[in-house]
């Protein structure tokens, strides 16, 4: 077995860099976003004359616009220019899909300083306290990306956007403070309590607009040169790419298109991509719930999300709760794992609505008696049971 891994990793492959077609992957430039990154420095720029001076920006717009690129593109340079400047600033990104608690978040910030931080024993009043103890030996400024910040605020409330947002009022040193970028597909603002709200400027927010196509196909033609041999990608698919992923001004779809079509060609070893590989890869993607994010399901969400796609794929708008816990009570059976009790299914339910793989609503006239109706936003219910048996294994 160990050859035929060698052979394979060892053989031709159309990609010289690979990696830079992940969606972590933050070039040095951001083609397109010029203007947001200049109105970023004008809301931080009080930093560095003031490192107590904390600041506040909300970051929104749709899938695949770049604003967590954008976001960490921002923190990555501005804290270059302030070293230069002899201002420390420290940053660090905490995704809330994965941190969606208070706790969660605090912890990732923490051991942003020390590693070995310990995971449990500390509340999150002493561990806001220790951050105030790190900065001040540092004499630093942070700088905190708070990413999908609406889960963390969903499923938590606002009580930590409210102490980073206030931290400074605090410090006992001036040259400390905490500065905050929150990211989001919408406007948060309404999800904050009125103590939380009240710290946000009007100016406070930054709404990044979907790419055009022009726009992407300079993102194209940076990655295709990033990741790709010489000559591997022709330049007549690049414009093809940035066309197909016009249609949502989406640069994730992009990049993704990007990386299956020169996996196609890798799977026939050929040293050229293709238009049927390009074509093979958009009907490949052609929905917006990325894999990643499925795989990061424990089993039972995955079986309830099973259940729902079973439920929906028979051709209505909306499943109705009784059914869905039904049909996820065969799947549990078909993989010989024993059913959660109805409260436990809910919190499944509840929990993938705040992931945003369904959303959830009372029902209305048309339906006897009062429940709860469930429907898909975004993928097909057929490709998405097909992906989630893949990722269980049928």
Same mark, same amino acid.
């Given at each position: 077995?160990?050859?035929?891994?060698?052979?394979?990793?060892?053989?031709?492959?159309?990609?010289?860099?690979?990696?830079?077609?992940?969606?972590?992957?933050?070039?040095?430039?951001?083609?397109?976003?010029?203007?947001?990154?200049?109105?970023?420095?004008?809301?931080?720029?009080?930093?560095?004359?003031?490192?107590?001076?904390?600041?506040?920006?909300?970051?929104?717009?749709?899938?695949?616009?770049?604003?967590?690129?954008?976001?960490?593109?921002?923190?990555?340079?501005?804290?270059?220019?302030?070293?230069?400047?002899?201002?420390?600033?420290?940053?660090?990104?905490?995704?809330?899909?994965?941190?969606?608690?208070?706790?969660?978040?605090?912890?990732?910030?923490?051991?942003?300083?020390?590693?070995?931080?310990?995971?449990?024993?500390?509340?999150?009043?002493?561990?806001?306290?220790?951050?105030?103890?790190?900065?001040?030996?540092?004499?630093?400024?942070?700088?905190?990306?708070?990413?999908?910040?609406?889960?963390?605020?969903?499923?938590?409330?606002?009580?930590?956007?409210?102490?980073?947002?206030?931290?400074?009022?605090?410090?006992?040193?001036?040259?400390?403070?905490?500065?905050?970028?929150?990211?989001?597909?919408?406007?948060?603002?309404?999800?904050?309590?009125?103590?939380?709200?009240?710290?946000?400027?009007?100016?406070?927010?930054?709404?990044?607009?979907?790419?055009?196509?022009?726009?992407?196909?300079?993102?194209?033609?940076?990655?295709?040169?990033?990741?790709?041999?010489?000559?591997?990608?022709?330049? %007549? /698919? @690049?414009? &093809?790419?940035?066309?197909?992923?016009?249609?949502? #001004?989406?640069?994730? =779809?992009?990049?993704?298109? +990007?990386?299956?079509?020169?996996?196609?060609?890798?799977?026939?070893?050929?040293?050229?991509?293709?238009?049927?590989?390009?074509?093979?890869?958009?009907?490949?993607?052609?929905?917006?719930?990325?894999?990643?994010?499925?795989?990061?399901?424990?089993?039972?969400?995955?079986?309830?999300?099973?259940?729902?796609?079973?439920?929906?794929?028979?051709?209505?708008?909306?499943?109705?709760?009784?059914?869905?816990?039904?049909?996820?009570?065969?799947?549990?059976?078909?993989?010989?794992?024993?059913?959660?009790?109805?409260?436990?299914?809910?919190?499944?339910?509840? %929990? /993938? @609505?705040? &992931?945003?793989?369904?959303?959830?609503?009372?029902? #209305?006239?048309?339906? =006897?008696?009062?429940?709860? +109706?469930?429907?898909?936003?975004?993928?097909?219910?057929?490709?998405?049971?097909?992906?989630?048996?893949?990722?269980?294994?049928?």
């Amino acid at each position: 077995m160990r050859h035929l891994i060698e052979d394979e990793l060892r053989g031709p492959s159309v990609f010289k860099d690979a990696g830079k077609l992940s969606f972590d992957y933050v070039p040095e430039d951001l083609p397109g976003r010029e203007e947001e990154t200049k109105k970023l420095a004008r809301t931080f720029g009080p930093v560095l004359a003031n490192r107590g001076s904390g600041q506040t920006i909300l970051v929104t717009g749709p899938v695949g616009s770049g604003k967590t690129a954008l976001s960490k593109r921002f923190a990555m340079d501005f804290k270059a220019y302030a070293a230069s400047q002899g201002v420390p600033i420290e940053w660090v990104d905490v995704n809330c899909r994965r941190r969606s608690t208070d706790s969660a978040a605090l912890l990732k910030i923490l051991t942003h300083f020390d590693e070995r931080f310990p995971d449990r024993g500390f509340s999150n009043s002493e561990m806001l306290e220790i951050l105030r103890k790190q900065l001040e030996r540092r004499e630093a400024h942070l700088l905190v990306i708070l990413d999908e910040v609406d889960i963390l605020l969903k499923k938590s409330g606002s009580d930590l956007v409210y102490a980073l947002t206030r931290f400074n009022e605090e410090a006992t040193r001036a040259k400390v403070g905490v500065s905050l970028i929150m990211v989001s597909q919408r406007d948060v603002r309404t999800f904050l309590d009125e103590a939380a709200q009240s710290t946000f400027k009007r100016t406070s927010v930054l709404a990044v607009e979907k790419y055009g196509e022009a726009q992407l196909k300079s993102i194209v033609r940076q990655r295709v040169g990033l990741a790709f041999h010489a000559n591997a990608f022709p330049e %007549d /698919l @690049e414009d &093809l790419v940035a066309e197909m992923a016009a249609e949502r #001004g989406d640069a994730r =779809l992009a990049i993704e298109l +990007l990386h299956k079509a020169g996996q196609n060609a890798d799977d026939e070893s050929r040293k050229t991509v293709s238009a049927e590989d390009l074509r093979a890869a958009k009907s490949s993607v052609s929905d917006t719930v990325e894999e990643g994010k499925l795989r990061e399901l424990d089993l039972h969400k995955k079986l309830t999300l099973l259940a729902i796609a079973r439920a929906l794929k028979k051709g209505g708008a909306f499943a109705i709760t009784g059914e869905v816990e039904s049909i996820y009570a065969v799947a549990c059976e078909e993989r010989g794992e024993k059913p959660r009790a109805h409260t436990q299914f809910w919190t499944y339910l509840k %929990d /993938l @609505e705040g &992931l945003g793989f369904i959303h959830t609503r009372r029902s #209305g006239k048309g339906v =006897l008696g009062t429940t709860t +109706l469930i429907s898909l936003p975004d993928v097909p219910a057929k490709s998405l049971e097909e992906r989630l048996l893949a990722l269980l294994g049928k």
